[in-house]
C-alpha cells in the first residue's frame, strides 16, 4: 500500500477532460514538490510534469498539474488515444527519507 | 542529448547479488549537479525507489533496502552501478536507471532491463 494514494483506474472518451489525484499528507506532498509520469506499457516512464505544474519541453500542453495542500492533480484535457497508459505521481517524503510513488492509474480511452 | 542503458545478468540465483550498470551517453556523468537512481518496477505493479548517487559524492538509499544496496559511480566509464546483496524472489524486477536534477525529478530513463532471481 502506497504513502501516495491514486485511483486505480480512469476513463474518459477522445477530447474529454480526464483528472487523476494523488493524495499525500504534509510529510510528502504538503511540503515537497510533485512530479508525474506516464508510461505506456512495456515502456520506461516518461517525466510528465515537474515542479508541480512545469512541463518539460516536448509534452504537449493537454497535460497540466496541480498543487493544493497535501494533494495532487494531474489533467488531461483533449484526450486522445494516444494517452492511454498508467500514471504515477511521485514526491520526496521528509519523515521516510525516500522517494514515494503513487500506486498509479490507468488510464483508458474509450 | 543525455541517454542511459542498463545492462547485466538477466538471472541471478536466490542469496546472491544481483549487479547492475548504467551507461550513460551524450553528456558527462561527473558534469552538472544530477542524480544518478535507480528505480524498479516489479511485473504488473507500481515503481520503487531504490536509492541514488548524487554528483557531490553522497548517496541515499531507499531504508527498505539500505542494508543491501549500494551503489556507486565510475566516471572514467561514464557508467553507475547498482549492487543488491541477498536476493530473493521478492527482487524481481524491471530496474530502471534515471538521472534527476531533484529529489524526485527523473529524466531521462533507461529503457529498463528484466532481472529475475530463480535457482
Known amino acids: 500500500q502506497s504513502v501516495l494514494t491514486q485511483p486505480p483506474s480512469a476513463s474518459g472518451t477522445p477530447g474529454q477532460r480526464v483528472t487523476i489525484s494523488c493524495s499525500g499528507s504534509?510529510?510528502?506532498?504538503?511540503?515537497?514538490?510533485v512530479y508525474w509520469y506516464q508510461q505506456v506499457p512495456g515502456t520506461a516512464p516518461r517525466l510528465l510534469i515537474y515542479r508541480n505544474n512545469q512541463r518539460p519541453s516536448g509534452v504537449p500542453d493537454h497535460f497540466s498539474g496541480s498543487k493544493s495542500g497535501t494533494s495532487a492533480s494531474l489533467a488531461i484535457s483533449g484526450l486522445r488515444s494516444d494517452d492511454e497508459a498508467d500514471y504515477y505521481c511521485a514526491v520526496w517524503d521528509d519523515s521516510l527519507s525516500v522517494v514515494v510513488f503513487g500506486g498509479g492509474t490507468k488510464l483508458t480511452v474509450l | 542529448q543525455v541517454q542511459l542503458q542498463e545492462s547485466g545478468p538477466g538471472l541471478v540465483k536466490p542469496s546472491q547479488t544481483l549487479s547492475l550498470t548504467c551507461t550513460v551517453s551524450g553528456g558527462a556523468i561527473s558534469s552538472g549537479s544530477y542524480y544518478w537512481s535507480w528505480i524498479r518496477q516489479p511485473a504488473g505493479k507500481g515503481l520503487e525507489w531504490i536509492g541514488r548517487f548524487y554528483s557531490s559524492g553522497s548517496t541515499n538509499y531507499s531504508p527498505s533496502l539500505k542494508s543491501r544496496v549500494t551503489i556507486s559511480v565510475d566516471t572514467s566509464k561514464n557508467q553507475f552501478s547498482l549492487k543488491l546483496s541477498s536476493v530473493t524472489a521478492a527482487d524481481t524486477a524491471v530496474y530502471y536507471c534515471a538521472r534527476g536534477s531533484g529529489w524526485s525529478w527523473f529524466d531521462p530513463w533507461g529503457q529498463g532491463t528484466l532481472v529475475t532471481v530463480s535457482s
Open positions: 504534509s510529510s510528502n506532498i504538503g511540503g515537497n514538490y
